[in-house]
């Protein structure tokens, strides 16, 4: 018999291991499923994220999943990673009984989708739509240089985008003033405008000063800017005041905020470490990107975030809360293509709902963590493509883990599905995380695959044995540190071995991250629908690079 392709899949991801037994799974499944719900999408430009309560869902009956440009031939028909049956007891923000996402879509483009209920005749269709990268813009307002802040209350409307065109004007309001610019207002794009000297020196007080504060709108496009010398002093740490960003926001209604090819780099201050001023301590200092508690769909994409070790950050991209069904950066977000160097926590801190978030293909380097993921309490988080390396708690100091994992809050957050594919633990210059995913700490709900997870020492873990682990399923991964007997059972033993000339270029913003051909991990992956390279059921590269790809791009340089 031929089936179509997309339902086709061989393994049909190993049923057996994607949805474990029930004794194993029942935490996340005790909320009853929905009423019966049509399939709907939310659509990024690169992204769909899906939602379907189909009346007969239960947990050993995943959603197939196939999708195809609309009116392409029947050969076009590709696979879509499935979906899970996960409803979240405690909340209505899971929207779906079913949710996941299709990625690596192009934009501006509708797409067929089908979806198919796993032992059942229960089927639906239903067609998405890709945000088109060609905002239509309207009137034009010319940004002049200043030292005032410059507040935009004056909205666009969908088919005409108002535009702020700041090209060649600075706006540095010379540490008088908390921000540079203020939104709030609707379809605007700000574009072009460098920005200093935000934060009131004179100003002693816990508030937040960010340099773009954007008070409420939507639809709000932050292009091609460079801010630099933000933030204020806090006289009781001797460092900066925690989460003062350069591009922030607190507005519970702010959706579909795209930061796209901005350079954000150098604040005024310094961020403490885990050791000053003193020991232990929780680090505190600036932020790039800080957004808490947002309505979300929104892109952090082709940015530049840097500093050097006398200005460094707390978290680079982040916010919050990050113990609840809401944080940071929203659900139906993705993040991707950014470089992003030098802070003390999470280069990435994507914590709190992280319903249908996505992360791939970004260079993070040079902090405790690489991502934080404590806790995902809805999920599906996706997390591919990655390229992490340079872990440190303080100058000479060694750091924690590739994936933060644990909860924040209480373990009671820990209840969504996080999905880590085709990441790499780059050595670099040495500095490498103590831990791969989850170091020692709790790590639920998590699918592995085809992630490099390179420790400093074999003594240390690269997947956690934590005794209140639960849901976990990995394989297929390339790994030298610790791992629990039996998690990994088409799994790697080894340290990786790149081609020559591997590295990053920090000129260029280009990295190399190919395996020799003799490597540990070379075409030792498991295929994975819609994220790996190559054709159906072909071994890929485990780790982030294929061999034979081009070299991966990252920041302003990755957009084009």
Same mark, same amino acid.
């Given at each position: 018999?031929?089936?179509?392709?997309?339902?086709?899949?061989?393994?049909?991801?190993?049923?057996?291991?994607?949805?474990?037994?029930?004794?194993?799974?029942?935490?996340?499944?005790?909320?009853?499923?929905?009423?019966?719900?049509?399939?709907?999408?939310?659509?990024?430009?690169?992204?769909?994220?899906?939602?379907?309560?189909?009346? +007969?869902?239960?947990?050993?009956?995943?959603?197939?999943?196939?999708?195809?440009?609309?009116?392409?031939?029947?050969?076009?028909?590709?696979?879509?990673?499935?979906?899970?049956?996960?409803?979240?007891?405690?909340?209505?923000?899971?929207?779906?009984?079913?949710?996941?996402?299709?990625?690596?879509?192009?934009?501006?483009?509708?797409?067929?989708?089908?979806?198919?209920?796993?032992?059942?005749?229960?089927?639906?269709?239903?067609?998405?739509?890709?945000?088109?990268?060609?905002?239509?813009?309207?009137?034009?307002?010319?940004?002049?240089?200043?030292?005032?802040?410059?507040?935009?209350?004056?909205?666009?409307?969908?088919?005409?985008?108002?535009?702020?065109?700041?090209?060649?004007?600075?706006?540095?309001?010379?540490?008088?003033?908390?921000?540079?610019?203020?939104?709030?207002?609707?379809?605007?794009?700000?574009?072009?405008?460098?920005?200093?000297?935000?934060? +009131?020196?004179?100003?002693?007080?816990?508030?937040?000063?960010?340099?773009?504060?954007?008070?409420?709108?939507?639809?709000?496009?932050?292009?091609?800017? +460079?801010?630099?010398?933000?933030?204020?002093?806090?006289?009781?740490?001797?460092?900066?005041?925690?989460?003062?960003?350069?591009?922030?926001?607190?507005?519970?209604?702010?959706?579909?905020?795209?930061?796209?090819?901005?350079?954000?780099?150098?604040?005024?201050?310094?961020?403490?470490?885990?050791?000053?001023?003193?020991?232990?301590?929780?680090?505190?200092?600036?932020?790039?990107?800080?957004?808490?508690?947002?309505?979300?769909?929104?892109?952090?994409?082709?940015?530049?975030?840097?500093?050097?070790?006398?200005?460094?950050?707390?978290?680079?991209?982040?916010?919050?809360?990050?113990?609840?069904?809401?944080?940071?950066?929203?659900?139906?977000?993705?993040?991707?293509?950014?470089?992003?160097?030098?802070?003390?926590?999470?280069?990435?801190?994507?914590?709190?709902?992280?319903?249908?978030?996505?992360?791939?293909?970004?260079?993070?380097?040079?902090?405790?963590?690489?991502?934080?993921?404590?806790?995902?309490?809805?999920?599906?988080?996706?997390?591919?493509?990655?390229?992490?390396?340079?872990?440190?708690?303080?100058?000479?100091?060694?750091?924690?883990?590739?994936?933060?994992?644990?909860?924040?809050?209480?373990?009671?957050?820990?209840?969504?599905?996080?999905?880590?594919?085709?990441?790499?633990?780059?050595?670099?210059?040495?500095?490498?995380?103590?831990?791969?995913?989850?170091?020692?700490?709790?790590?639920?709900?998590?699918?592995?695959?085809?992630?490099?997870?390179?420790?400093?020492?074999?003594?240390?873990?690269?997947?956690?044995?934590?005794?209140?682990?639960?849901?976990?399923?990995?394989?297929?991964?390339?790994?030298?540190?610790?791992?629990?007997?039996?998690?990994?059972?088409?799994?790697?033993?080894?340290?990786?071995?790149?081609?020559?000339?591997?590295?990053?270029?920090?000129?260029?913003?280009?990295?190399?991250?190919?395996?020799?051909?003799?490597?540990?991990?070379?075409?030792?992956?498991?295929?994975?629908?819609?994220?790996?390279?190559?054709?159906?059921?072909?071994?890929? +590269?485990?780790?982030?690079?294929?061999?034979?790809?081009?070299?991966?791009?990252?920041?302003?340089?990755?957009?084009?």
């Amino acid at each position: 018999m031929i089936r179509p392709l997309g339902f086709a899949i061989t393994r049909i991801l190993t049923l057996a291991a994607l949805f474990p037994l029930l004794g194993l799974a029942a935490e996340p499944f005790v909320k009853a499923p929905r009423t019966t719900r049509a399939p709907f999408a939310i659509a990024t430009f690169h992204c769909l994220g899906l939602y379907w309560s189909p009346a +007969d869902g239960a947990i050993d009956k995943p959603v197939l999943v196939r999708f195809r440009p609309q009116g392409a031939p029947e050969s076009a028909w590709r696979g879509g990673y499935p979906l899970r049956f996960h409803p979240i007891p405690g909340t209505d923000e899971d929207l779906a009984d079913y949710r996941g996402s299709l990625v690596h879509l192009t934009p501006g483009t509708t797409y067929e989708i089908e979806l198919k209920l796993v032992g059942t005749e229960t089927r639906a269709r239903l067609t998405a739509a890709t945000w088109s990268e060609q905002f239509p813009e309207g009137e034009t307002a010319r940004v002049a240089s200043s030292d005032q802040p410059l507040a935009i209350t004056q909205s666009g409307r969908p088919g005409a985008y108002r535009v702020y065109d700041g090209r060649g004007a600075t706006i540095d309001v010379q540490h008088k003033h908390d921000a540079c610019i203020t939104i709030n207002a609707s379809h605007v794009i700000v574009r072009g405008v460098t920005l200093r000297g935000a934060g +009131d020196a004179a100003r002693k007080t816990r508030s937040y000063a960010h340099a773009i504060n954007i008070l409420g709108g939507e639809d709000i496009i932050i292009e091609d800017c +460079d801010v630099s010398d933000w933030g204020r002093l806090n006289p009781e740490t001797g460092f900066a005041y925690d989460m003062d960003a350069a591009i922030g926001s607190r507005a519970a209604g702010l959706r579909r905020l795209a930061v796209q090819r901005c350079k954000l780099h150098h604040p005024t201050y310094d961020g403490s470490n885990w050791t000053e001023p003193k020991y232990p301590t929780h680090s505190m200092g600036t932020q790039a990107i800080s957004l808490f508690n947002t309505a979300g769909n929104h892109v952090i994409r082709y940015n530049e975030c840097f500093t050097d070790l006398e200005h460094m950050f707390n978290d680079i991209i982040g916010g919050g809360s990050n113990g609840s069904f809401k944080g940071a950066p929203g659900p139906d977000s993705d993040v991707y293509g950014n470089f992003a160097s030098g802070c003390w926590d999470d280069v990435l801190e994507i914590e709190g709902g992280n319903r249908n978030t996505r992360l791939w293909s970004n260079y993070l380097e040079q902090s405790l963590m690489g991502i934080g993921n404590a806790a995902t309490s809805i999920g599906p988080l996706y997390i591919w493509r990655n390229v992490y390396t340079r872990s440190q708690q303080h100058p000479t100091g060694g750091g924690g883990n590739f994936l933060k994992m644990g909860f924040a809050g209480g373990e009671e957050w820990m209840t969504g599905t996080q999905y880590i594919f085709h990441n790499t633990v780059f050595a670099g210059d040495g500095w490498l995380p103590t831990g791969g995913l989850g170091g020692t700490r709790i790590v639920k709900h998590v699918e592995s695959r085809n992630n490099i997870l390179h420790v400093r020492e074999p003594r240390n873990s690269s997947l956690s044995n934590h005794r209140a682990n639960i849901d976990n399923r990995y394989d297929f991964d390339l790994f030298n540190g610790q791992c629990p007997e039996g998690l990994e059972p088409h799994g790697v033993r080894g340290e990786p071995i790149y081609a020559t000339g591997a590295g990053f270029d920090r000129a260029t913003r280009t990295g190399q991250f190919h395996l020799a051909p003799t490597s540990p991990g070379a075409a030792a992956g498991e295929w994975l629908p819609n994220f790996s390279e190559g054709p159906p059921g072909s071994p890929p +590269d485990i780790g982030a690079h294929p061999r034979g790809a081009e070299p991966m791009k990252f920041g302003v340089g990755a957009a084009r």
